[in-house]
């Protein structure tokens, strides 16, 4: 097997997005008497701070004191700033924060006064969640490069986050470092002392005096602050381009960066006895699997990371939904190994408030995907099969970095195998094929920065090989797809301006079937009958485009006003979906929008209000896109947030509706949505919005949500969050059908119907904590959804919204109920043949259950218990009754999944 792996990636680093502010320097022998503070060294807005060396012969003792000596002679940093809510104003409390360190470790001792400490809001929850609470973070752009750095927090009950700042703003939440920390509430406040391993920040050892960029933050819940050390103004557009200065860590060795995460898992598929009728299904299927993961610092700068047999079981599932349209539904990434680092390979977007939106280049899902061929693919009519459900990873590895020279560099390489499936066709005879081939995907990612991080240069490329060797998947899937691009940033004035732009080129390989297959995809109807510049050409074994895309933004400064301006282009061969995620090609727009910010308003706490105007045209100069926008978000003194967007979408049409057919005007309309949030930090906090859109052709959507969340006690969370859809469209397509006395020039005759759908949806989580490395999170989400068919028609004009309905309009329609489908005769007694099409009414319930044991019984080390439950069944109604819905999902037989996973941590 040829393998993957060498791969050098990007080092992205984070911070925050509400973290720092402002300080300075200090010299005291008390860390709790600040009082006895003595030297003042930097600027409020360049800080400098000193780290402390341990003598050979001291120690810390990891437990959220600070009682060992060595902190009462080391400096500190105080004297914060506030972000919000009052931008530029000093922090309302206290902070002190202390650095020490040794050759393997750097120690940070933080002290976070509060002169109301029975306020101080300190859940306890699972590591990098997301709840309510109190933090204090510290960074470190340890590559001194102004644009990348890590940041570490902790809450006063110990729970950890550890974030990657990048691009100087971005974050990459997904992050995760080895580490400990410790906290405890005083009577003076909170204290937290954390112990970070130098192998788990990047830097070049050859430099005797390391200096760093740095920076400290701390959130205070009740009243919404966040402030640092080294301010950041609510109207500035840099983070860590506006950190402090760290010196004194000097004489360092080169970290030993090796980590090994070997893992072995077992897994027990119970299913209900309908289903073992099959003979490749058994009521209780076990199975186990052993591999790993490894990260090797190759040099100081670059990083090694890769996995062997990965295993994801528990990872929660996707949700269910309805699609009803030609393209296929975006579910986010949620695979640990290619979540962390996933920012690296982003490429293809600007900076701007608003585009008409870009293909993906990097869709990470695409690796181990489900099979893409089938039995039916082939001709085979089976009684049962083996559905493998996803595509082994063999192996995937990355290599990630940043040189010394502001190169950041990544590289990722995964390899998966053939996949195959079983069947038995009517007659008993049994045989296998492959629904898969062995697949190499590569992805690498690089960027230059120069100008102090306020300019990058970057370049991005791609490349899938699949082994199909003959068969009929050759015919359907493509031999290879390649891509390649370059992009720019560059930041002015104050970093309050910015330019950026970016152009690709793609090609895909195949056989003559397969590209066909691509031109007569969604993404691009070449076979469009009306279309000016497209047509198949069933010739073709590749086919190629490009995608550019330039901006320029105005990001910050201190006058309130903000805008931007986008010009987008892809062309009708472009094609990412071997390796990336695209609905559309074949279109350029122009987008531009327009921001006033109050950071400090007089009653309100923030208040934001913008207006946008976009505009897009396909290769052929149709109108696709033609839409108004204006919106407004609020946060109160008291903390409660209000938000709404208000839409007018004038004259346009659709060149996707038809499935290939012409154009159709779409109905001008206007929507509306609204959200409110209480304050997060009460017992019980909730939020409530809507969509409402209606169109002149009488289509609506009426669609409330609501969430709840009650915290019983510091170490439960209940959320529950329903949401019910009642939506009439009356342009819902149907089929098509051949006909050459159809009455429109292309000899197709065009089916819609009327359709009105109910959508219910509630979302139950409840999280229970133990400990800041024990948790059991559970996840309940039943789905409801009906579709009802009226007003069968025939799209009768191309270019314009009109229809003939059957029946009352043209021809006749009936219905079979032993069939459960339609008959059309389209023009009565006339010559025009008949034709036949299923019933389309749908009800669907789901309820998708999820609990995970989670148990980080050492550092980097961790005890995985799952149990998953899926019940789904569907009829063909059409009608929504909730009680017979909702009966429906629980009188479905239930599919358990129970996993044990175990993973050990060994490195330093």
């Keep these: 097997m040829k393998y993957l792996f060498t791969i050098l990636a990007i080092a992205f680093l984070w911070a925050n997005a509400d973290l720092f502010a402002q300080n300075s320097y200090q010299k005291k022998g008390d860390s709790i008497n600040v009082e006895t503070q003595k030297t003042n060294l930097g600027t409020v807005e360049n800080p400098l701070m000193q780290a402390e060396r341990l003598a050979q012969e001291e120690s810390i003792r990891l437990d959220g004191w600070l009682s060992e000596v060595v902190w009462k002679r080391a400096a500190i940093a105080t004297q914060f700033t506030q972000n919000r809510p009052v931008d530029g104003a000093p922090s309302t409390q206290k902070t002190q924060v202390q650095l020490l360190y040794t050759d393997a470790y750097i120690y940070v001792g933080i002290t976070a006064y509060d002169s109301a400490p029975d306020s101080i809001k300190a859940p306890l929850f699972r590591r990098d969640g997301g709840e309510t609470s109190d933090w204090v973070f510290v960074s470190f752009d340890s590559y001194n490069d102004r644009r990348t750095a890590f940041t570490f927090g902790i809450n006063p009950r110990g729970v950890q986050r550890d974030i990657l700042m990048y691009d100087d703003t971005e974050e990459d939440l997904s992050w995760d470092a080895v580490w400990?920390?410790?906290?405890?509430?005083?009577e003076y406040g909170w204290v937290a002392e954390l112990k970070i391993p130098?192998?788990?920040?990047?830097?070049?050892?050859?430099?005797?005096?390391?200096?760093?960029?740095?920076?400290?933050?701390?959130?205070?819940?009740?009243?919404?602050?966040?402030?640092?050390?080294?301010?950041?103004?609510?109207?500035?557009?840099?983070?860590?381009?506006?950190?402090?200065?760290?010196?004194?860590?000097?004489?360092?060795?080169?970290?030993?960066?090796?980590?090994?995460?070997?893992?072995?898992?077992?897994?027990?598929?119970r299913v209900p006895n309908s289903?073992?009728?099959?003979?490749?299904?058994?009521?209780?299927?076990?199975?186990?699997?052993?591999?790993?993961?490894?990260?090797?610092?190759?040099?100081?700068?670059?990083?090694?990371?890769?996995?062997?047999?990965?295993?994801?079981?528990?990872?929660?599932?996707?949700?269910?939904?309805?699609?009803?349209?030609?393209?296929?539904?975006?579910?986010?990434?949620?695979?640990?190994?290619?979540?962390e680092g996933n920012d690296i390979f982003q490429f293809g977007n600007t900076r701007t408030f608003s585009r008409f939106g870009n293909p993906i280049t990097f869709y990470s899902r695409r690796i181990g995907r489900a099979p893409q061929g089938s039995p039916g693919d082939a001709d085979i009519d089976t009684e049962y099969?083996?559905?493998?459900?996803?595509?082994?990873?063999?192996?995937?590895?990355?290599?990630?970095?940043?040189?010394?020279?502001?190169?950041?560099?990544?590289?990722?390489?995964?390899?998966?195998?053939?996949?195959?499936?079983?069947?038995?066709?009517?007659?008993?005879?049994?045989?296998?094929?492959?629904?898969?081939?062995a697949s190499n995907y590569m992805v690498a990612r690089t960027k230059k920065d120069f100008n102090d991080g306020n300019t990058y240069l970057g370049g991005f490329g791609s490349a899938v090989h699949r082994s199909l060797n003959g068969g009929y998947l050759e015919d359907y899937l493509?031999?290879?797809?390649?891509?390649?691009?370059?992009?720019?940033?560059?930041?002015?004035?104050?970093?309050?301006?910015?330019?950026?732009?970016?152009?690709?080129?793609?090609?895909?390989?195949?056989?003559?079937?397969?590209?066909?297959?691509?031109?007569?995809?969604?993404?691009?109807?070449?076979?469009?009958?009306?279309?000016?510049?497209?047509?198949?050409?069933?010739?073709?074994?590749?086919?190629?485009?490009?995608?550019?895309?330039?901006?320029?933004?105005?990001?910050?400064?201190?006058?309130?006003?903000?805008?931007?301006?986008?010009?987008?282009?892809?062309?009708p061969g472009y094609e990412t979906n071997d390796i990336g995620f695209q609905n559309r090609a074949d279109y350029r727009s122009v987008n531009a929008g327009l921001v006033y910010r109050e950071t400090d308003p007089k009653r309100l706490q923030y208040f934001e209000h913008w207006f946008f105007k976009g505009t897009a045209w396909n290769y052929d100069g149709d109108m696709i896109s033609n839409w108004y926008n204006i919106g407004a978000f609020v946060r109160f003194k008291n903390l409660w947030t209000f938000n709404y967007n208000s839409n007018y979408n004038g004259y346009r049409v659709s060149d996707r509706i038809t499935r290939g057919g012409p154009i159709m005007e779409q109905a001008k309309h206007i929507n509306f949505n609204t959200n409110i949030n209480s304050n997060p930090n009460k017992l019980i906090s909730f939020n409530i919005g809507t969509y409402q859109r209606r169109d002149a052709a009488g289509e609506f959507d009426n669609d409330i949500w609501a969430g709840i969340t009650f915290l019983p006690s510091s170490n439960i969370q209940i959320t529950v969050s329903p949401e019910f859809v009642y939506q009439k469209d009356i342009d819902q397509y149907?089929?098509?059908?051949?006909?050459?006395?159809?009455?429109?020039?292309?000899?197709?005759?065009?089916?819609?119907?009327?359709?009105?759908?109910?959508?219910?949806?509630?979302?139950?989580?409840?999280?229970?904590?133990?400990?800041?490395?024990?948790?059991?999170?559970?996840?309940?989400?039943?789905?409801?959804?009906?579709?009802?068919?009226?007003?069968?028609?025939?799209?009768?004009?191309p270019g314009t919204y009109n229809f003939d309905v059957y029946g009352k309009d043209k021809g006749s329609i009936s219905?079979?109920?032993?069939?459960?489908?339609?008959?059309?005769?389209?023009?009565?007694?006339?010559?025009?043949?008949?034709?036949?099409?299923?019933?389309?009414?749908?009800?669907?319930?789901?309820?998708?259950?999820?609990?995970?044991?989670?148990?980080?019984?050492?550092?980097g080390s961790t005890l995985y218990l799952v149990w998953q439950q899926q019940r789904s069944g569907s009829i063909s109604r059409g009608n929504f009754d909730l009680g017979r819905d909702f009966d429906g999902i629980f009188n479905a037989k239930p599919t358990n999944v129970f996993l044990v996973k175990l993973s050990y941590w060994f490195g330093s």
């Design 385 to 437: 099969e083996d559905d493998p459900g996803f595509t082994t990873i063999a192996a995937a590895a990355k290599v990630s970095g940043k040189t010394q020279d502001g190169w950041s560099i990544g590289f990722l390489d995964a390899y998966t195998l053939d996949e195959k499936l079983n069947y038995r066709v009517e007659s008993g005879e049994e045989g296998t094929l492959r629904v898969e081939p």
């Design 478 to 571: 493509r031999s290879s797809a390649y891509l390649g691009g370059v992009d720019f940033e560059h930041n002015f004035l104050n970093r309050n301006w910015v330019a950026s732009g970016t152009v690709s080129y793609s090609t895909i390989n195949g056989s003559r079937k397969a590209i066909e297959r691509a031109q007569e995809s969604s993404v691009r109807y070449y076979n469009r009958v009306d279309s000016k510049g497209l047509s198949i050409d069933s010739t073709l074994t590749n086919l190629s485009g490009f995608a550019t895309e330039i901006s320029i933004q105005k990001q910050g400064g201190d006058d309130h006003w903000l805008t931007s301006l986008t010009y987008s282009e892809v062309s």
């Design 198 to 269: 130098l192998s788990q920040l990047r830097f070049s050892s050859r430099e005797a005096k390391q200096v760093w960029g740095v920076n400290f933050a701390r959130e205070i819940s009740r009243n919404g602050e966040t402030s640092f050390w080294a301010p950041v103004s609510q109207n500035d557009n840099g983070m860590v381009s506006r950190f402090g200065r760290l010196e004194g860590i000097q004489d360092l060795d080169e970290p030993r960066r090796l980590e090994v995460i070997p893992y072995v898992s077992a897994e027990l598929t």
């Design 734 to 797: 149907v089929t098509t059908e051949d006909d050459d006395l159809a009455d429109n020039p292309y000899g197709q005759r065009y089916v819609f119907a009327d359709i009105k759908q109910h959508t219910l949806v509630t979302s139950i989580r409840l999280n229970w904590t133990f400990s800041p490395t024990m948790s059991l999170q559970t996840y309940v989400r039943p789905f409801i959804a009906s579709g009802s068919y009226t007003n069968f028609k025939e799209f009768n004009e």
């Design 275 to 339: 289903e073992t009728e099959s003979p490749y299904i058994s009521r209780n299927a076990t199975s186990s699997r052993v591999g790993g993961d490894i990260k090797y610092g190759l040099t100081s700068n670059l990083t090694l990371t890769a996995t062997i047999n990965p295993d994801f079981g528990q990872v929660e599932a996707d949700p269910a939904v309805i699609n009803l349209t030609a393209n296929e539904n975006y579910f986010s990434e949620k695979r640990p190994f290619f979540l």
């Design 815 to 859: 219905r079979s109920d032993e069939d459960e489908e339609y008959t059309v005769d389209p023009d009565g007694n006339g010559q025009a043949p008949a034709f036949t099409f299923d019933d389309p009414d749908f009800n669907f319930r789901s309820i998708q259950g999820n609990a995970v044991f989670r148990w980080e019984y050492m550092p």
């Design 180 to 186: 400990e920390g410790k906290a405890n509430i005083k």
